[in-house]
């Protein structure tokens, strides 16, 4: 059961206030949210199956060898073609203390610095797309054998960081859920590899406990969608290593935004992102649906949950919708200006559409479904359309 303090603090933070004394209502602060995070009670929740990944994967596989679909065809083919494993093994690993300037005060110092991050990432998942389709094991041995070699160089296990400068933690968030992943993806393929896959489920675990050791306090990086990236991998991670603890890590930020969301599914950290309102509305819900689906593997019904409000993930995704097709809907919600949307141009944004079509009968989804496909993320799995477009 949630505390009175909770809830009262919820309602002075979160309940919808009238338009006219919106620019004189308290902002949410990290301070001021962060004890609602910690609130959350998990203690229910508990791994049950540590061979899921954030699709059935015997089905998927199935399901391709009879795909039709011109355009599934052509993701099929495209995966198909994987990269060499030499290419992948030669990639560079950080430098221990890495730094990367911030994205939105210095983006081309930002761009040259996580270049090593992206191609990291980008090959995870393309390896992991290589495997859902091919005839032997190739890429499932080639992704294991790369995240062995980042194991035993404990990369990305030290990295600068102050509350100042936080991108390079940012950065780390990112590639290891874009590497966990990938493991889930193929590791069913390897029975021969237990002991290395050992090695690397102790460096993930390793490295996902210290990352998110540090809260993101004094900024809302503590409880916003950065705070649903950590628990993205700490979630899959806890699935693959057996550790409860991560697991529950998870399903306290999928709850925490359950809790910090209006009854109508607005969130109030996102809101505060001024002519970014809508962008983050909807980079929040990416990493929500991923985590339903990740809690729903294991036997949760995340889809069903409701936060102090009544908010369900639904209702924050009927949101972020709104906010693709009329980006200004939310400067009645906290947003201002105009909007600045990097989903209408950059497609991985809207990945969370595949998974999310399975879920709910919404005819925006198909229609922007069928306007943006194929849908492709590098660090979500790859090619969602891949993995999720029906045949």
């Not at 919808?16 to 919106?22: A, I, M």
């Not at 509350?163 to 590497?179: C, I, K, N, R």
């Not at 809790?259 to 819900?285: I, P």
Request: aromatic residues 10%; glycine residues 6%.
């Amino acid at each position: 059961m949630r505390g009175h303090v909770q809830a009262a603090l919820l309602a002075m933070l979160l309940l919808p206030t009238p338009l006219e004394s919106q620019t004189t209502a308290p902002r949410p602060t990290g301070a001021s949210v962060f004890p609602v995070r910690e609130a959350v009670d998990v203690s229910r929740f508990k791994f049950t199956n540590p061979a899921a990944s954030f699709l059935d994967l015997p089905a998927r596989r199935a399901a391709l060898k009879t795909a039709s679909t011109p355009l599934l065809l052509d993701e099929i083919a495209s995966a198909k073609f994987g990269m060499s494993c030499r290419d992948a093994m030669a990639l560079p690993i950080p430098e221990p203390g890495f730094t990367v300037p911030g994205f939105y005060v210095d983006r081309a110092g930002w761009r040259d610095a996580v270049q090593v991050f992206i191609g990291f990432e980008k090959t995870v998942s393309n390896l992991a797309n290589a495997q859902l389709v091919a005839e032997d094991d190739y890429h499932a041995q080639c992704l294991v054998d790369l995240l062995s070699k980042w194991a035993q160089e404990k990369a990305l296990e030290n990295f600068g960081y102050s509350p100042d400068e936080p991108q390079a933690w940012y950065t780390v968030e990112s590639a290891l859920f874009a590497a966990a992943f990938a493991l889930s993806m193929v590791r069913d393929q390897l029975p021969d590899r237990q002991d290395d896959l050992a090695e690397i489920d102790a460096w993930m675990v390793r490295l996902a406990r210290g990352h998110s050791a540090i809260s993101g306090l004094p900024s809302t990086a503590c409880c916003n969608n950065h705070f649903y990236r950590r628990g993205l991998y700490a979630a899959i991670i806890g699935i693959m290593a057996e550790d409860d603890a991560l697991f529950q890590y998870g399903a306290r930020a999928y709850l925490t935004a359950l809790d910090l969301a209006t009854a109508d599914g607005w969130l109030k950290l996102e809101m505060m992102r001024g002519r970014r309102a809508a962008h983050y509305q909807n980079f929040a819900t990416l990493y929500l649906v991923f985590l339903a689906e990740l809690l729903e593997s294991q036997g949760y019904d995340a889809y069903a949950m409701r936060g102090t409000h009544g908010a369900r993930l639904g209702d924050i995704a009927g949101r972020a919708l709104d906010a693709i097709i009329t980006p200004e809907v939310v400067l009645a919600h906290g947003g201002s200006g105009e909007q600045i949307t990097p989903m209408e141009r950059d497609p991985q944004f809207l990945v969370w559409l595949e998974p999310y079509a399975h879920r709910v009968d919404d005819p925006r989804v198909n229609d922007l479904l069928q306007e943006r496909r194929p849908l492709y993320n590098r660090g979500l799995g790859g090619s969602l359309t891949l993995l999720f477009m029906p045949n």
